[in-house]
């Protein structure tokens, strides 16, 4: 049920503050970041289309002030995660807060360089590399995109990501890949606190909210009923993005997930969301996180903030 009362919600002030949002050209990263560039922001735009990503910044505010830029990054190419990291880090110095928002849904079976499937790369396998490469140079925290979908996530076989010896089914490597991000989710804040450092790693979700999301399903039929159900029950990009921003900007704790407030967690103002019990499975994430290094080369970094890691 749609909730009736909207509690205060209020968007601290962000000054001299940088955000790098991935996927920011429309939907929920747009509208993210429109709400923090109203609150002063300075923004960074990660997006595999400058074009679009050009475009979507003039409508943020502070675009022009000079607050808003636009840079390329393909989440699923981890050639251009390194480029854009390396590129970020030596003409700005990095950033505050790192949002890992760019996703993809229902699309069909495509493999990367890597050998993993288009869901597990975009969704979580580009962002894990593009987090670590980042730490040292971030102040603040990772803010991790989940979906309510990761509950029906199973990750059984961490050697098959490619869906090469199962018959493959979008929806269910997309919900895969939402509980990657979640297992990502709780092993990144647990290397975090072991080295004692001050960044946080925390998630949210935005709910049914009517998103550009499905419209690269490559499925005509799914795309059109998916779009026309958002359209119909879901919330505006703007109440979706409150998420998001409720846990980029205020003092959740590490390891925190936010969600819409409603029982379904559909609808509903930010609030505590709830994970499976999969998702919360310290020995998955950590085989989850081995995975990945094979697959990347590329591990928690030597050093957060002058501190040793945890191994």
């Not at 709400?35 to 400058?50: D, E, F, M, N, Q």
């Not at 229902?106 to 493999?111: A, D, I, K």
């Not at 990657?180 to 989710?185: E, I, P, Q, S």
């Not at 647990?190 to 004692?196: D, F, Q, V, W, Y």
Request: glycine share 12%.
């Amino acid at each position: 049920m749609r909730s009736r009362t909207r509690p205060r919600i209020a968007v601290p002030p962000q000054p001299g503050r940088r955000f790098v949002i991935t996927g920011a050209n429309s939907g929920v990263g747009l509208a993210a970041a429109q709400i923090l560039g109203s609150r002063g922001a300075h923004l960074v735009l990660a997006c595999r289309s400058v074009e679009k990503a050009q475009a979507a910044a003039r409508t943020v505010p502070g675009h022009d002030l000079g607050r808003v830029q636009v840079r390329r990054l393909d989440v699923a190419d981890l050639d251009s995660v390194h480029r854009f990291a390396r590129e970020l880090v030596a003409e700005v110095g990095g950033a505050d807060v790192l949002v890992n928002n760019a996703g993809v849904l229902g699309v069909p079976h495509r493999l990367t360089r890597e050998g993993v499937e288009m869901h597990f790369a975009t969704n979580y396998l580009g962002h894990y590399v593009l987090t670590n490469l980042l730490l040292p140079h971030l102040t603040d925290r990772v803010v991790v995109t989940g979906s309510r979908e990761h509950r029906g996530g199973r990750l059984d076989d961490l050697d098959d990501l490619g869906w090469q010896r199962r018959p493959y089914r979008a929806f269910q490597a997309y919900g895969d890949s939402k509980l990657a991000d979640l297992l990502f989710l709780a092993e990144l804040d647990r290397r975090l606190r072991a080295a004692g450092s001050p960044l946080r790693a925390v998630g949210a979700h935005p709910g049914a909210t009517a998103s550009a999301i499905t419209r690269g399903t490559g499925h005509p039929w799914i795309t059109a009923v998916a779009g026309f159900g958002h359209r119909l029950v879901g919330m505006p990009a703007w109440r979706g993005a409150l998420n998001t921003v409720h846990a980029a900007t205020t003092d959740v704790p590490g390891g925190s997930y936010t969600g819409p407030h409603g029982i379904t967690e559909l609808w509903g103002w930010p609030g505590p969301a709830r994970r499976s019990r999969r998702a919360q499975d310290p020995v998955l994430a950590r085989a989850l996180w081995r995975r990945s290094v094979d697959l990347t080369g590329l591990d928690f970094p030597d050093q957060v903030e002058g501190r040793l890691s945890p191994g």
